[in-house]
């Protein structure tokens, strides 16, 4: 059997020394890379105040048209695993209970409170999200409590439609208008009468009430001439172009 000389001995420590060390360095290195990525997703700033998501894709994300409203969505295939819409040429992620935005679709999104959260995102279905939101479907059980009522609206003749001017709304054309305000749009038929919203499926027949908020945003848009009674809810939203500082006519 040969005997290993002391200098061969402290010569194979001294090998298994310097390939240890660098082992070690690189799951050092690791830990700690695997460490920041989790914290980088919510970073709260100094003030206590401040709140980011953190939002990357590998490659830009295609975003595609959801019907019925001015929102855009990324393609089924490449959704994150959390909820994100362009709308208005800003960018709004929901994740975990919270709302974030951005000007951009990626790096960091700055949390906001609910009430920031544009109107026309309540309009996007809910087959379009991963979780949607708990605070909106309590909001949408009471507006089904408070708007109770229904109107029945009946045509002899079938009406004709005619497109509403920078808009993608349809009006009845003026010969046969009634005298309350129809519009229709995104295959739905809105109605307003004395003061109150109703909906339908269809031009005739029963239709139900709703709330302000379930109006379509694009409706707000229909130019105050194409209307028998101006939605007083509205009058601030979108003061009259044609009045001047005292509400009087230029």
């Known amino acids: 059997m040969t005997r290993c000389s002391q200098n061969e001995i402290h010569m194979t420590i001294r090998a298994k020394t310097h390939l240890l060390y660098p082992l070690l360095a690189l799951g050092m290195t690791l830990a700690m890379a695997a460490s920041v990525h989790a914290q980088d997703r919510y970073d709260q700033g100094s003030s206590g105040t401040s709140l980011t998501l953190r939002v990357s894709f590998g490659t830009a994300p295609h975003w595609a048209p959801i019907s019925g409203t001015r929102v855009e969505e990324i393609r089924q295939a490449e959704r994150p695993n959390y909820d994100m819409f ?21 790096g960091d999104f700055t949390y906001i409170d609910d009430r920031s959260v544009p109107t026309e995102l309540t309009m996007v279905p809910r087959e379009h999200w991963r979780s949607y939101p708990s605070s909106w479907q309590e909001r949408r059980d009471q507006r089904s409590n408070d708007a109770s009522g229904s109107l029945q609206i009946t045509f002899t003749n079938r009406p004709r439609w005619t497109n509403v001017r920078v808009t993608r709304v349809t009006m009845i054309r003026q010969g046969q208008r009634p005298d309350y305000d129809m519009f229709r749009y995104g295959n739905k038929y809105y109605v307003y009468n004395n003061g109150r919203w109703y909906m339908s499926n269809r031009s005739n027949g029963r239709f139900h009430a709703i709330n302000d908020r379930a109006v379509p945003y694009e409706l707000s848009r229909v130019p105050r001439e194409n209307w028998h009674s101006y939605p007083t809810a509205w009058q601030d939203r979108n003061p009259s172009p044609r009045n001047g500082p005292n509400g009087q006519r230029r």
């Open 86 to 106: 362009r709308y208005g040429g800003s960018y709004y992620a929901y994740d975990n209970n919270r709302w974030y935005m951005s000007r951009r679709e990626s």
